[in-house]
C-alpha cells in the first residue's frame, strides 16, 4: 500500500514500515502522529483526493527529533576585502509510518 501524504508545504510518498525526515513538529518522542491531508492512496485500486481523500488517514510515531548537518553558506566581494560565513541547521521529525487506512 501507497500514500502520498502533505506535511510542511511539502509531499511524501509513504508505506507501512517506512521512515521519513519532515519539517519539525511540535510532537516529542514516541508520540503518536496522524496526517489527515492525504493526496493519493494505491492498494488495489488508486484512489485520488481533490485535493484530499475524506476520511483517510496516515499514522506514524515519533522516532526522533533532531538537527540536519550544518549547511555552510559564504559571501566574498572581491577587491573589496569583505567575506561573510554563516552556518544553518535546520530542524527534522523523524516519524516511522505505521497504518495507512482510506
Given at each position: 500500500?501507497?500514500?502520498?501524504?502533505?506535511?510542511?508545504?511539502?509531499?511524501?510518498?509513504v508505506?507501512?514500515?517506512?521512515?521519513i525526515?519532515i519539517?519539525?513538529?511540535?510532537?516529542?518522542?514516541?508520540a503518536a502522529?496522524?496526517?489527515?491531508?492525504?493526496?493519493?492512496?494505491h492498494?488495489?485500486e488508486l484512489?485520488?483526493?481533490?485535493?484530499?481523500i475524506?476520511?483517510?488517514?496516515?499514522?506514524?510515531?515519533?522516532?526522533?527529533?533532531?538537527?540536519?548537518?550544518?549547511?555552510?553558506v559564504g559571501?566574498?566581494?572581491?577587491?573589496?576585502?569583505?567575506?561573510?560565513?554563516?552556518?544553518?541547521?535546520?530542524?527534522?521529525?523523524?516519524?516511522?509510518?505505521?497504518?495507512?487506512?482510506?
Amino acid at each position: 500500500m501507497i500514500a502520498v501524504i502533505m506535511t510542511g508545504g511539502k509531499q511524501y510518498v509513504v508505506t507501512p514500515g517506512k521512515n521519513i525526515k519532515i519539517e519539525k513538529l511540535p510532537e516529542k518522542k514516541r508520540a503518536a502522529v496522524v496526517f489527515d491531508k492525504v493526496l493519493l492512496v494505491h492498494d488495489k485500486e488508486l484512489v485520488l483526493g481533490t485535493p484530499f481523500i475524506k476520511g483517510a488517514k496516515v499514522t506514524g510515531d515519533v522516532v526522533r527529533v533532531a538537527r540536519h548537518d550544518k549547511v555552510v553558506v559564504g559571501k566574498f566581494r572581491p577587491k573589496k576585502r569583505t567575506k561573510k560565513k554563516k552556518g544553518h541547521r535546520q530542524y527534522y521529525t523523524e516519524v516511522l509510518i505505521k497504518d495507512i487506512k482510506a
